[in-house]
């Protein structure tokens, strides 16, 4: 079982950085691959990234590929995603969760076993 806790949400301008950091727990959080989903209110929550459990392995929605980077720290058990040329639409509640490794990427968000509470990003035009 893991559990995770995001943190670094935060305001901040169109053209922005914000670095989004996911902490999990367990001894086994290597074997689980990772995701950033994002949700605004009264829609459905959207994929954003995903790594695999060693690392090897990206994947990017096509909104965020050249401006986001997700990577993870297994020693540290903590996964990241960077945001760079923050736009207004990437206005969201980014949530962090943890999948148990199988086929990558894993996209959708019932495929995700564990997910933390959330944090709050919010960009200005």
């Known amino acids: 079982q893991v559990q995770v806790v995001e943190s670094g949400g935060g305001f901040v301008q169109a053209g922005g950085s914000l670095r989004l950091s996911c902490l999990g727990s367990?001894?086994?959080?290597?074997?689980?691959?990772m995701g950033w989903f994002r949700q605004v209110p009264g829609k459905e929550r959207e994929f954003v990234a995903a790594i695999s459990g060693g690392g090897a392995l990206t994947s990017y929605a096509d909104s965020v590929k050249g401006r986001f980077t997700i990577s993870r720290d297994n020693a540290k058990k903590t996964v990241y995603l960077q945001m760079n040329s923050l736009k207004a639409d990437d206005t969201a509640v980014y949530y962090c969760?943890?999948?148990?490794?199988?086929?990558?990427?894993?996209?959708?968000?019932?495929?995700?076993?564990?997910w933390g509470q959330g944090t709050q990003v919010t960009v200005s035009s």
């Open positions: 367990g001894r086994t959080f290597s074997t689980y691959n």
């Open positions: 969760a943890a999948a148990p490794v199988g086929k990558f990427p894993q996209t959708g968000a019932l495929l995700y076993d564990y």
